[in-house]
């Protein structure tokens, strides 16, 4: 847990960190292009996280497994060997990314935060 704390703490100030050094190289206004960037990097964080939570929870795997399941039933021989010598289907191991949550934190509260740093920005606008 304490791993996880210090990788999510590590992304969210590399992001930061690298987001103000676009912000000043861009020639935009620099909040505008500061919470742009931070959105878009956490959205790929959140992209490589979910990506790196579906790999390693199995769901292609149980959909690989489905799909052998109904094909085997869908014609006679299948059927026929299946009774003869049933077969079990072997579940190999899943991935496990030490980073995943990290990830997936990171990219949720950076977003969030910008979201919420524009909407003050724009309401105070007003």
């Known amino acids: 847990m304490r791993k996880n704390l210090q990788h999510t703490m590590v992304m969210i100030v590399s992001v930061c960190l ?6 000043f190289m861009r020639q935009a206004t620099f909040w505008l292009s500061y919470i ?6 956490s959205l790929v964080l959140l992209m490589i996280g979910g990506s790196m939570w579906v790999l390693q929870s199995g769901v292609q795997d149980r959909v690989i497994r489905i799909f052998m399941l109904f094909s085997k ?15 079990t289907m072997q579940s190999r191991p899943t991935l496990r990314y030490a980073v ?3 990830f997936l934190w990171a990219g949720g509260l950076l977003f969030v935060g910008m979201y919420v740093v524009s ?3 724009v309401g105070g606008l007003e």
């Open 18 to 23: 690298l987001s103000l050094i676009v912000a």
């Open 36 to 41: 742009n960037t931070v959105s878009l990097v």
């Open 73 to 87: 039933h869908q014609d006679k021989v299948g059927q026929y060997v299946d009774q003869v010598a049933p077969q």
């Open 100 to 102: 995943t949550y990290p």
């Open 119 to 121: 909407s003050v920005m």
